[in-house]
């Protein structure tokens, strides 16, 4: 019997140092899409869930064919917001991946070992 496994990519626009980072184009897409691409990659993930509290992220991320949720904007952190998605989803999953929305280079064979 597997384990569900759901990958959550928090994604925040209003970073103070670098506004809007999530959507900065970098070799012709948006960060963010090459996170999810990424991601998507690696072995034994059930579900992908991009993290947000901005319309512009849900917008852009939905273009590309992600699934994405709203959270609240109280959330302090990534983490925060992972946990957000996490609880809305009960018992559904029995692991939780936070998987960092701004590592366009994330580590596809080293997210799966980390699933096995």
């Known amino acids: 019997m597997s384990a569900a496994v759901l990958a959550v990519i928090p994604a925040r626009f209003a970073s103070t140092r ?3 980072k999530p959507l900065a184009m970098l070799w012709g897409k ?3 899409q090459h996170v999810w691409e990424r991601a998507r990659a690696a072995r034994g993930i059930d579900e992908f869930v991009i993290a947000t509290d901005d319309e ?8 590309f064919g992600a699934a994405v949720e ?4 109280g959330c302090a952190s990534g983490t925060d ?3 957000e998605v996490a609880r809305r989803r009960g018992a559904a999953a029995d692991l939780v991946l936070d998987l960092q929305g701004d590592e366009p280079e994330l580590e596809t ?8």
């Open 18 to 20: 670098f506004p809007g």
């Open 109 to 116: 064979e080293a997210v799966s070992r980390l699933v096995e």
């Open 70 to 73: 709203l959270t609240s904007a």
């Open 81 to 83: 917001r992972v946990a």
């Open 30 to 32: 948006p960060l963010l």
């Open 56 to 63: 512009r992220i849900v917008v852009a991320a939905r273009g």
